[in-house]
């Protein structure tokens, strides 16, 4: 089995900066690309940012600039450093992994529980 745990959520003032973690951990041989996504209420869930085992990186069109995502491959963690945050950013933020379980098998997606984040203006 495989869980991803979020953290570091919280309320903040429009201005303000945050720092999220999400640690995977469980049956893991290794762990490909991480990402976040976030979904605010009666919106889709949207791809806020990602980045691949090798560290290549890619943001939303309207993070880029105020988001940094980040990871430590040696505790299987990412992190999303959030600075500028606007009230537009409101949402619960979701952390997923692409999980490789045993040398022989295929990535699989596993996703966190979210935690929330908002942004008063």
């Known amino acids: 089995q495989v869980q991803v745990v979020e953290s570091g959520g919280g309320l903040v003032q429009a201005g303000g900066s945050l720092r999220l973690s999400c640690a995977a951990s469980?049956?893991?041989?290794?762990?490909?690309?991480m990402g976040w996504h976030r979904q605010a209420p009666g919106q889709q869930r949207e791809l806020v940012a990602g980045?691949?085992?090798?560290?290549?990186?890619n943001y939303a069109d309207s993070v880029k600039g105020r988001f940094t995502i980040s990871r430590d491959n040696a505790k299987n963690t990412v992190y999303l450093q959030m600075n500028s945050l606007k009230p537009e950013d409101t949402a619960v933020y979701y952390c997923?992994?692409?999980?490789?379980?045993?040398?022989?098998?295929?990535?699989?997606?596993?996703w966190g529980q979210g935690t929330q984040v908002t942004v008063s203006s």
């Open positions: 469980g049956s893991i041989f290794r762990v490909n690309a």
């Open positions: 980045i691949t085992s090798r560290g290549n990186t």
């Open positions: 997923n992994a692409a999980v490789v379980t045993t040398r022989y098998s295929y990535a699989n997606d596993y």
